[in-house]
């Protein structure tokens, strides 16, 4: 047997731990000094070596033990600096023969990825050039002390070695006694495993274990368990005496409650259920489309319908979506006034209207538990969570329970071309962090950020479609779903979240409302009606998932509705830089109906912006009249409703509130009542226009086609306007 054989079989059997590591060197060292003809023992790495080698420098270069590795754990949570970056990179490429920079730690920041490309690297580079193999022969004619056998065994050699010299030889009780591994042949296309090699099974250097994450935490603690968030409280992080004997601060930070994180209560069941069987439908999506209603065939050059496969959300009383539609349904109001726990608004309210830096206003829709959050969950350190916008924790828990409601787990997006569209703004979460000195932390500069509110989701589950935080103020949301529209239209993604989220925290965004005096005083949102004199501030956040219709249907995804068109435009110059134009929501609309070849006497229900001032109410009614005069003179068959009359206006969230709506009533068949509504307001002209206010709980009624259509408009008072129509699916 060949002096080569004699190496490969030894490291073999140190790697499958029927030898140990010591006595391994031992006979390494023994074949070096005999006086044997020279041989190319250069042994070919395979897919599961590469790994192994991998973890092997992990190991030894942050010092922890083969058991405390995660192949989807980043090396920045594993506390690899740019240092210890370069001693890693440094030994693959001794070991491996590859010339990688230090970059691809941070474009592929875990084992699993990282391996991947090492992997494509050395398959790449795994011919000897004539070059190399002049210089293998000048190195056999070196003196035998001198010759290397193999840089890559020198490597085993000085890492065993290295360990010799700082720790004591283990005792037999101490050595691994796991079975040997039969090793696989390669697979023959580089590809990351969805399974986890247990370290058990690897032949590893023992380390010391002393691995510690930035944040303090034992690595161990860090692991993202793929759990749905469970909605137990436990106790706040810190105690309310945590500043000592410092001056006391008038804005008392809302303190972090951990969520419990319990894999027994993990619920996904509509995620194992999406995958469908190899085979089992064979129809087209040509097909299948044309039994969609209406039946008549939309032209060739007409954008594909957009899908909506998920939904998920949280707004004043309602928790999740079907309680929102529950309160819908049963005319619910879920306003109140602003309890202490949250902000002391008593201190700001003067019911005089015109008192300076105070509100008339003392009512709200507020969210619950919006202090609670389960971190771990989404591999976030409690400190980093404290210091983050309690929107960026929110919208992040509402993303993934979109993706769930859509049958998506984590691991069928990661690494897909889905995007995120988020309508936002920062909250006043700053002022917080400001009363207790924590403003000026690394975790509040990405805690506080709204372009880092997109990217949480997209982080956290590799997502590599475009992630763009949006603030058009109201209609915000809206314009992050025509935005993920346009995206998949364009191809610039294959699936999108999008949606929007508001939180209040102090009583700022109420006076500064109460200022411009477009606050209810009497603390009511009545939209359209008479005695309408204001609108009301709300929190609340809701997430959709979309895919092309074509998609969704070859996936047999569940179907809310199809957008079939939407559209953005702006009021440029009006009397006022938040006043509406009634002539640019006219143009929009039309414009919407003719691009996507919509009729709008299809159209039997609008959702509308609906705030309940007098102002706004009477142009959008107008705007809307004068647009589907364009295109049909039918009267009276098209309901307007406003969710703000229920739970508020929620600003960047209203938009996609709006759109949840509809789908909630086009999945129930029934348009819910517009509560708070007495008379129509004088200056709105219903009679003879397509519209009336729908004061019931009706069913709704399919149109001249047998189909069930609605549009929902957003009016930024920035200026930016959206409109979006949304028609039922129905299969045949």
Not at 167 to 190: D, G, I, Y
Not at 282 to 308: D, F, K
Not at 587 to 607: C, G, R, S, W
Not at 648 to 666: D, N, R, W, Y
Request: hydrophobic share 35%.
């Amino acid at each position: 047997m060949s002096n080569g054989e004699l190496i490969k079989g030894i490291l073999q059997q140190i790697k499958d731990n029927r030898m140990d590591a010591r006595e391994g060197l031992k006979r390494l060292n023994e074949l070096k000094q005999q006086q044997v003809p020279p041989v190319e023992v250069r042994v070919k790495p395979t897919e599961d070596t590469v790994k192994l080698l991998i973890m092997d420098v992990l190991c030894r270069i942050i010092k922890i033990q083969p058991d405390e590795l995660q192949e989807d754990l980043s090396f920045k949570e594993m506390g690899i600096d740019s240092i210890s970056s370069v001693e890693i990179v440094r030994d693959l490429n001794d070991a491996l023969h590859i010339h990688m920079d230090g970059i691809q730690l941070y474009d592929y920041p875990n084992i699993s990825e990282l391996s991947s490309y090492v992997w494509n690297e050395v398959q790449m580079n795994s011919h000897i050039t004539v070059e190399e193999d002049k210089q293998q022969s000048l190195a056999a004619k070196e003196p035998p002390a001198k010759q290397r056998l193999n840089h890559r065994y020198e490597y085993m050699n000085d890492l065993i070695s290295q360990f010799s010299k700082n720790n004591p030889k283990p005792t037999a009780q101490e050595l691994p006694v796991s079975p040997p591994q039969k090793a696989e042949s390669p697979a023959p296309e580089p590809a990351v495993s969805a399974s986890r090699p247990t370290a058990e099974k690897l032949a590893l250097s023992p380390v010391e274990k002393s691995a510690v994450s930035e944040a303090g935490q034992p690595l161990e603690s860090l692991k993202p368990a793929l759990t749905r968030p469970s909605a137990l409280s436990l106790k706040p992080l810190h105690s309310p005496d945590r500043r000592g004997d410092e001056k006391q601060n008038t804005v008392q930070p809302p303190r972090l409650k951990l969520k419990g994180n319990h894999a027994e209560e993990a619920a996904s069941g509509r995620a194992q259920a999406t995958a469908a069987e190899a085979g089992d439908d064979a129809r087209t999506v040509e097909s299948v489309a044309q039994t969609m209603i209406p039946a008549t065939e939309r032209a060739s050059s007409l954008p594909e319908g957009i899908a909506i496969i998920g939904i998920s959300g949280r707004f004043p009383g309602a928790s999740t979506t079907r309680e929102l539609w529950r309160n819908l349904r049963d005319g619910v109001c879920s306003i109140g006034e602003v309890p202490e726990e949250r902000f002391d608004i008593h201190s700001a309210y003067d019911e005089d209207r015109k008192a300076v830096q105070k509100t008339y206003c003392k009512v709200a829709g507020l969210l619950d538990n919006v202090d609670e959050f389960d971190p771990l969950f989404f591999n976030i350190s409690p400190r980093e969570a404290e210091m983050m916008d309690p929107q960026q924790r929110i919208f992040l828990e509402e993303a993934w329970n979109a993706l769930e409601d859509a049958g998506y787990s984590d691991r069928a997006v990661q690494d897909t071309r889905c995007g995120v569209f988020v309508g936002c703004a920062p909250s006043d979460y700053t002022k917080h962090l400001e009363a207790n000195s924590l403003e000026n932390t690394a975790e509040a500069f990405t805690g506080t950020s709204s372009s880092i509110l997109a990217a949480r989701i997209s982080y956290f589950l590799n997502l590599k479609g475009p992630s763009i935080s949006i603030d058009t103020a109201c209609s915000s949301s809206l314009v992050a779903v025509h935005q993920a529209c346009s995206s998949l239209w364009s191809g610039e993604c294959d699936m999108a979240l999008a949606g929007g989220i508001r939180l209040m925290f102090t009583p700022d965004s109420i006076v500064q409302s109460s200022q411009m005096e477009i606050l209810s005083k009497e603390g009511v949102c009545r939209p359209f009606d008479n005695g309408a004199d204001g609108t009301l501030l709300s929190e609340g956040t809701g997430v959709v998932v979309l895919k092309p219709l074509g998609s969704a249907i070859r996936d047999r995804d569940y179907i809310y509705g199809v957008i079939r068109g939407s559209g953005v435009n702006q009021d440029g110059r009006t009397n006022g830089i938040t006043a509406p134009s009634v002539n640019s929501q006219i143009q929009l609309e039309k414009t919407v109906y003719e691009k996507f070849d919509i009729d709008p006497a299809d159209i039997n229900y609008v959702e509308s912006h609906g705030t309940g001032t007098s102002l706004g109410d009477p142009i959008e009614v107008k705007a809307l009249t004068e647009a589907f005069r364009h295109f049909t003179a039918d009267s009276h068959y098209c309901a307007l409703g406003s969710i703000k009359a229920n739970i508020g206006h929620t600003t960047m969230a209203a938009g996609v509130a709006g759109i949840i709506k509809i789908l909630l009533s086009l999945k129930s068949r029934k348009i819910p009542p517009l509560i708070h509504y007495r008379e129509l307001n004088e200056k709105i002209k219903l009679q003879g226009s397509p519209f009336y206010i729908n004061t019931e709980l009706v069913e709704w009624p399919v149109n001249k086609k047998g189909s069930r259509m609605a549009a929902v408009s957003s009016f930024g008072f920035s200026g930016t306007n959206c409109h979006i129509v949304i028609e039922e699916y129905r299969s045949v």
